[in-house]
């Protein structure tokens, strides 16, 4: 429950005014205790005075023990003192003096009380609500001192010690109902520790005055992978810290999770001394060209290993001069030059119609040539019969599929299928349209191979597969094994040690949709699948920085890495280094 409270001041020779501010709970406690929600200070006021609830529209004030109100009505009548009341806008509550009026709530308040404080309260008053002197009580102080010592050893330490030391199997710990191991507790576990494990303090604390293990830490925390990246044997002796040195519970604040960016400073800004261990580390000491190096990416690169095959390995590389090797044809350039490449909507291609981003918010879901390039770039390969299409992504059951029509075509010319007129769509200005095919003076076997040879020609080193896919042409008469084309494999990831939200960049102070995605990624002028669009720090220091200033958004290190890497750049191969500049 929202509650707005609205205090009305007036003083001598002052003008009437106002001071809102805003109240939560639910219920909320009206007292003359510190730790009230609303304290009002005065006599006849209880520590814990009254409650205040809200039922629907209806606001309830219910007092607790044996103290009271007076209520008074909207016709101004006097108040009565009353136990518990209900409160409509108008109604008025006195307690010590003080009066409390239900105003109408404006938007975004479930309800609103306008306070008018008793101008009769003095210091004496407060020093009533406080009483902080043992001699305002009938204790004394030496022999209560020592007995309480007693009781707290006793009953902090002596007795649960023994619970534990004493427990078997068959009287566990968990059922001393009086005593358990919580109030040894410096302070409250974290919230999401407190659900796990509740007051089961074995769980963490192994043994009895000793620290917790790391085992302890990783019996839950199973795909938690150490700060290390496992396979870089340069890395194996770097030093690593006990979970519970950045991860510290039973504080309050909790500090069970550190943003501060010396959890990264305190090593990266001086490299040198651990380059014996850490070649590859480089200086960081904030978020700028100056004291942040140039980002790195990870590109894929294929190699055929002694037996044909192709394997793809990562290579870690400088943004500048970088150049993909992906083994795709695709020049972004042509596809966002507005009104001549259009969607199937008819309107000019945009980025999202290819990208679509993902449920993470930080990558993209894959392009496929089903889903987003077949609609225009049909595979056909007989103009008499332009349904007919290719199989993607399988060259040996392409060439089969047109062997077997060109067989049957020759075997039987009247089995050609003469399409209906209709408008189709087509890549524009096509350059390969596939030819009818003729008549052949030899037998229909031969006929069929020479046709399938030629169109094989066509598709694999003219205007078919090669208009997108890297070829290779062997120059073996078997037509089957003479094209090879060579595997695709787009980069998903290229920073894995870094994490980028999309979704909160697709909207910019100016710019939204297309002209967002280029402010950082130069893609209207990239000419070949070669080039890499993706931005380096400069793109990123136009609006972040490391420090608080006018037109900058700050950025902390965990704000783009994690301490922890994840668990799938650990389970693939190690980044091979390339060659770095100083």
């Not at 040195?245 to 604040?253: A, D, I, S, V, Y």
Request: proline share 6%.
């Amino acid at each position: 429950m929202d509650l707005l409270l609205r205090e009305k001041q007036t003083g001598p020779g002052q003008a009437e005014g106002f001071t809102d501010r805003e109240l939560s709970g639910d219920p909320l406690t009206l007292g003359s205790a510190q730790h009230a929600m609303l304290q009002l200070i005065g006599e006849g006021i209880f520590g814990q005075h009254a409650t205040l609830g809200r039922s629907g529209s209806d606001v309830s004030v219910t007092c607790i023990g044996r103290a009271r109100i007076k209520v008074h009505g909207k016709d101004g009548e006097a108040g009565k003192e009353q136990k518990s009341a209900t409160l409509a806008v108008g109604d008025a509550i006195e307690l010590g003096g003080h009066r409390l009026t239900r105003i109408a709530a404006p938007a975004g308040f479930d309800i609103a009380l306008e306070l008018l404080r008793n101008p009769a309260v003095d210091s004496a008053s407060f020093e009533r609500a406080y009483r902080t002197r043992l001699e305002d009580t009938w204790l004394g102080k030496r022999l209560p001192s020592w007995a309480l010592l007693l009781l707290v050893v006793l009953f902090g330490l002596g007795f649960p010690l023994w619970l534990v030391l004493d427990n078997d199997e068959s009287t566990p710990v968990d059922d001393a109902k009086l005593f358990t191991d919580a109030i040894w507790t410096s302070g409250p576990l974290h919230a999401i520790h407190n659900h796990a494990i509740g007051n089961d303090c074995q769980a963490c604390h192994k043994e009895l005055f000793k620290r917790v293990p790391d085992e302890a830490c990783e019996a839950c925390h199973k795909n938690v992978t150490d700060h290390v990246v496992a396979g870089h044997a340069s890395l194996e002796s770097a030093p690593t810290d006990r979970c519970a040195t950045c991860h510290k519970e039973h504080n309050q604040p909790t500090l069970l999770v550190i943003s501060a960016d010396t959890l990264c400073t305190d090593c990266h800004a001086e490299p040198e001394r651990l380059a014996d261990r850490v070649p590859h580390m480089q200086a960081v000491t904030g978020f700028d060209e100056d004291s942040h190096p140039p980002f790195e990416i990870a590109l894929e690169r294929s190699r055929r290993t002694d037996g044909g095959e192709f394997e793809w390995d990562r290579i870690e590389a400088k943004i500048k001069g970088a150049t993909e090797a992906s083994n795709l044809k695709f020049p972004h350039e042509l596809h966002l030059a507005g009104e001549k490449v259009k969607w199937t909507d008819g309107e000019a291609m945009v980025c999202g119609n290819c990208h679509t981003l993902a449920s993470d918010r930080e990558h993209f879901e894959p392009v496929t040539m089903e889903k987003h390039c077949r609609e225009c770039h049909e595979l056909t390969f007989d103009a008499a019969s332009p349904e007919r299409q290719l199989p993607h992504g399988q060259p040996h059951e392409a060439v089969a599929m047109m062997e077997a029509h060109f067989i049957r075509y020759y075997a039987n010319p009247s089995s050609a299928v003469v399409p209906k007129p209709h408008e189709r769509r087509r890549r524009p200005n096509q350059a390969h349209q596939p030819a009818p095919v003729g008549t052949c003076s030899q037998g229909a076997s031969a006929c069929a191979m020479a046709r399938t040879q030629q169109e094989a020609e066509s598709q694999f080193l003219n205007s078919g597969c090669v208009t997108c896919h890297v070829v290779e042409d062997h120059g073996s008469q078997d037509v089957y094994a003479r094209f090879e084309v060579l595997p695709v494999k787009l980069s998903h990831d290229f920073m894995p040690t870094a994490k980028f939200d999309h979704h909160s960049h697709l909207t910019q102070k100016d710019v939204t949709g297309d002209m967002a995605c280029a402010t950082c990624h130069a893609a209207q002028s990239a000419k070949s699948s070669q080039d890499v669009l993706i931005p380096d720090i400069g793109s990123c220091t136009t609006c972040h920085n490391d420090a608080h200033a006018d037109q900058s958004v700050p950025l902390d290190c965990i704000a783009c890495h994690a301490y922890h890497p994840g668990a799938s750049l650990n389970a693939g191969k190690p980044l091979e280094f390339l060659e770095r500049s100083p």
